[in-house]
């Protein structure tokens, strides 16, 4: 089966600054890529995602990118808010598996003042 | 729409007791999951379901059962519960066409002692 391996588990930066999570997926079948956003006593929430015949994509201050060859997959965020901070998990679905998302470990963002 | 609704918020439970942890969507949704949340391990799938009358195994469906009478309905239940299902639960949903995102629940928080 799919296995998604994420990195840092904690990322500390100061107010303004960028943040980058990395995920690797094993399965190179996968083609659908989510990013989640968990706030303390919430369920997570997509952010953004990206398919695998994109290499890019970009919303406002969120921007995700994608290597299939490396088969990695990363989250940036620019000019960090307070807001931002959580719990991010990155996922990966492979083709027909629609409700089996394998998520990565989870990163702790905190934005400093 | 409330989206996806999950009660209780919080149980404890003793060894051994059962219970049926529910979860209701109003979007229509074809698909639904169960996961647990435990430190450091991200999300786990426990059960899912494709349709109404149509369930199957996750990653890690033993010990739990589900059912899917309806398509708003799609509760879990612990028949016999012990203290490696302290997790936190979530419910999610979504579309039936490919690459939809999951909408979650805001989880029940699960302690058995």
């Known amino acids: 089966g799919e296995n998604v391996e994420q990195h840092p588990s904690t990322l500390s930066v100061q107010e303004g600054d960028s943040a980058v999570i990395k995920c690797t997926y094993s399965?190179?079948?996968?083609?659908?890529f989510p990013w989640y956003k968990q706030e303390l006593g919430k369920g997570p929430q997509l952010i953004i995602d990206?398919?695998?015949?994109?290499g890019e994509k970009k919303d406002q201050r969120i921007a995700v990118t994608l290597n299939k060859t490396a088969k990695h997959f990363s989250l940036h965020i620019t000019e960090t808010q307070p807001e931002d901070s959580a719990v991010y998990f990155c996922?990966?679905?492979?083709?027909?598996?629609?409700?089996?998302?394998?998520f990565g470990t989870g990163t702790q963002l905190k934005v400093e003042l | 729409n409330a989206g996806v609704t999950q009660t209780p918020k919080f149980q404890v439970l003793k060894t051994g007791q059962s219970m049926t942890l529910q979860c209701a969507q109003d979007?229509?949704?074809?698909?639904m999951s169960w996961y647990r949340q435990d430190p450091g391990m991200g999300l786990r799938l426990i059960h899912y379901?494709?349709?109404?009358?149509?369930?199957d195994q996750g990653e890690v469906p033993n010990g739990y059962n589900v059912s899917r009478s309806t398509t708003e309905d799609f509760p879990l239940r612990l028949l016999s519960a012990a203290p490696s299902q302290t997790s936190v639960y979530f419910c999610?949903?979504?579309?039936?066409?490919?690459?939809?995102?999951?909408?979650f629940g805001d989880g029940t928080r699960l302690s058995i002692l």
């Open positions: 996922a990966a679905i492979p083709p027909g598996g629609g409700n089996k998302l394998t």
């Open positions: 379901s494709v349709g109404a009358g149509i369930t």
């Open positions: 399965d190179s079948a996968s083609n659908y």
């Open positions: 979007m229509n949704h074809e698909y």
């Open positions: 990206i398919r695998s015949n994109v």
């Open positions: 999610a949903s979504r579309g039936g066409t490919a690459n939809q995102p999951q909408h």
